[in-house]
Structures are given as C-alpha cells and as structure tokens.
T-cell receptor, first 113, second 115 residues
Framework: AQSVTQLGSHVSVSEGALVLLRCNYS??????LFWYVQYPNQGLQLLLK??????LVKGINGFEAEFKKSETSFHLTKPSAHMSDAAEYFC???????????FGSGTKLNVKP | GAGVSQSPRYKVAKRGQDVALRCDPI?????LFWYQQALGQGPEFLTY????????KSGLPSDRFFAERPEGSVSTLKIQRTQQEDSAVYLC?????????????FGPGTRLTVT
C-alpha cells in the first residue's frame, strides 16, 4: 500500500524567503516520488520526480527535493520564493507500474510581497 | 502543440441526471488516466487505459461510474444517476508510454457540480 502525507495545507512565505513544503510517504515497495504544481483553473504540471537515481532531484523553476529513505520524506524546497510561485503543490507516490499515482492533499503556497 | 483537453470545463447537473465528460489526450499518447479531485483534496485515481484496453478500474467509486476509450484516443467518463457526493473536478491525464521515463500530462479538468 502507498500513501502520501503533506504537512500544512497552507504555507505563507515572504518574497525572497526559503520555501519548504513537506511530504512524507508510505510505501511497501521502493517508491517513485513526484511533485506537481497546480495553478488556478489549470492542470497539474510536473515539477520534478525521483526514480531511484540521485537522491537530490532538481526540477523546474528552481525547485528541488531530496529523497530521504530513513525519514520517508521527499520535501520540496526553493531558496528564494517568487510571487509567481504562489500555487497549490501536490506530492505523489507511485509504485513500479507508474500507472497509479497516490496524491497528497496538497499545500497552498502564498507568497507575500 | 496541443495539450490534453477536456470538455465541458464546467457542468452542473441535477441529482439523478446522467453526465458524460470528455477527454482528448495528446495525439499519440497510449496511456490515459482519469482522476477525481474533491474540494480541498488531492486527485484520486479512478481508472487507467492502455490504448483501448481498460487495465485498471479499481478507483471507480461505484457501478454508476463508467469509462471508455473505444478507439484508443478520446475517452469518456460517464456518471449515471449523479449524486451530490459526485461533485468534484475530474482530471484526465495522458502519457506517451507506460514507461516510467514518460511524464503524465494533465488536462485542466471538468468541474462537476451536482445540485
């Protein structure tokens, strides 16, 4: 069985501040992990993915995430927030088939000027 | 190039009505997925097609939900006798291949409101 928990349904940061969005997973098999971003009235867009290669994964728009097996975590970070980062972010886990994703409940990121 | 498109974008149905939601995947994408996203929640898997074959329908919540992809391209999600708990955004995604190297591309969704 696989599941994802995202801590904090809303996160607010100032422009230029560090962004940290938390994701913990549960998986009975080696997981593949993903972060997606969703802007209002748009579909989900892939930010980055972990597929058992490097544990530090770099994605688009300056985001990165680190897979920590000991902590069962895959937190998303960005050194300096930009106003355009305001959106909802979803963490997802998949098994080896890649044909069924389990999403977390999402974290809405607010960026204050 | 065109992305995944879904129609209608918004649908209001009275309880008990049948609805049909359409998904046009990216041309050439063989894998197609349907998800249900309730308000304030993440997407939940409904069903998966590889070409015209429905390989996994374990997420369909009841036998009122039915999905098809007869020619391996356009897909339709049908909900019969809609109920208020069916109100959600229905997302469609497509992928070039089932291989993990390929990304799922999501459509903008259809927001279904059952009154």
């Amino acid at each position: 069985a696989q599941s994802v928990t995202q801590l904090g349904s809303h996160v607010s940061v100032s422009e230029g501040a560090l962004v940290l969005l938390r994701c913990n997973y549960s998986s009975s098999v080696p997981p593949y992990l993903f972060w997606y971003v969703q802007y209002p009235n748009q579909g989900l867009q892939l930010l980055l993915k972990y597929t058992s290669a490097a544990t530090l994964v770099k994605g688009i728009n300056g985001f990165e995430a680190e897979f920590k097996k000991s902590e069962t975590s895959f937190h998303l970070t960005k050194p300096s927030a930009h106003m355009s980062d305001a959106a909802e972010y979803f963490c997802a886990v998949s098994g080896r088939s890649f044909n069924k994703f389990y999403f977390g409940s999402g974290t809405k990121l607010n960026v204050k000027p | 190039g065109a992305g995944v498109s879904q129609s209608p974008r918004y649908k209001v149905a009275k309880r008990g009505q049948d609805v049909a939601l359409r998904c046009d995947p990216i041309s050439g994408h063989v894998s197609l997925f349907w998800y249900q996203q309730a308000l304030g929640q993440g997407p939940e898997f409904l069903t998966y097609f590889q070409n015209e074959a429905q390989l996994d329908k374990s997420g369909l919540p009841s036998d009122r939900f039915f999905a098809e992809r007869p020619e391996g391209s356009v897909s339709t999600l049908k909900i019969q006798r809609t109920q208020q708990e069916d109100s959600a955004v229905y997302l469609c995604a497509s992928k070039l291949s089932r291989d993990f190297l390929y990304e799922q591309y999501f459509g903008p969704g259809t927001r279904l409101t059952v009154t």
